[in-house]
């Protein structure tokens, strides 16, 4: 079974740092793009970063560009986010999501349940 | 960066009904739009994409429509089951924005 599953979150101060991890399971990791999108509580997706197959190219919403860092290791079947200066803005639920297809870069069929991210004093 | 919105934000209908979503691109995007359902507690999941295409296992009652800047989703007879928020979300480059969400409900 496709299965991704995110780990990681907790609660933190504002400008403290935090890594999240997603724990791919029943495909071929290394073949897909892979996305983060997070939920504040009660409102919409918004799109977080974006990694390609290979770890060759990251894209970042302007939201998060210069303080988060998306990566993969694809001998782990694993996807990570590095989260520096948190704001409490940032408090969210962090969707780990894979493509469609490898040969699509930017919708996804597959979400984790998602990991809990809460910054405040 | 293209901004997405939808309309309305909101709406109640009657199980049967047919219900109209409208989604709109601040700049053409061609067909690179997808529809996700979020019910509620539960993660998104892909209905449509390339404006108008079903993804698989998606009922029948769900189809898509429009090309450039102005797209449609609609449910030819609502049921009970579609409770959820609806967001679309472009995809012709990064980033790839989702809209703000059109919250429906049975009436």
């Known amino acids: 079974e496709v299965q991704l599953v995110e780990s990681g979150g907790v609660a933190v101060e504002p400008g403290g740092s935090l890594r999240l991890s997603c724990a791919a399971y029943?495909?071929?990791?290394?073949?897909?793009?892979m996305h983060w999108v997070r939920q504040a509580p009660g409102k919409g997706l918004e799109w977080v970063s974006l990694?390609?197959?290979?770890?060759?190219?990251?894209v970042y919403a302007d939201s998060v560009k210069g303080r988060f860092t998306i990566s993969r290791d694809n001998n782990k079947n694993s996807l990570y986010l590095q989260m520096h200066g948190l704001r409490t803005e940032d408090t969210a639920l962090y969707y780990c999501?894979?493509?469609?297809?490898?040969?699509?870069?930017?919708?996804?069929?597959?979400w984790g349940k998602g990991t809990t991210v809460t910054v405040s004093s | 960066d293209i901004q997405m919105t939808q309309s309305p934000s909101s709406l109640f209908a009657s199980v049967g009904d047919r219900v109209t979503i409208t989604c709109r691109a601040s700049?053409?995007?061609?067909?690179?739009l997808a529809w996700y359902q979020q019910k509620p507690g539960e993660v998104p999941k892909l209905l449509i994409h390339?404006?108008?295409t079903l993804h698989s296992g998606v009922p029948s009652r769900f189809s898509g429509s429009g090309s450039g800047t102005d797209f449609t989703l609609t449910i030819s007879s609502l049921q009970p089951e579609d409770v959820a928020t609806y967001y679309c979300?472009?995809?012709?480059?990064?980033?790839?924005?989702f809209g703000p969400g059109t919250k429906v409900d049975i009436k």
């Open positions: 990694i390609t197959r290979d770890g060759g190219a990251t």
């Open positions: 390339a404006a108008s």
């Open positions: 029943g495909f071929s990791f290394d073949d897909y793009t």
């Open positions: 999501a894979k493509v469609v297809s490898p040969n699509i870069d930017y919708y996804m069929d597959v």
């Open positions: 979300q472009k995809y012709n480059d990064a980033p790839p924005t």
């Open positions: 700049q053409g995007i061609a067909d690179y």
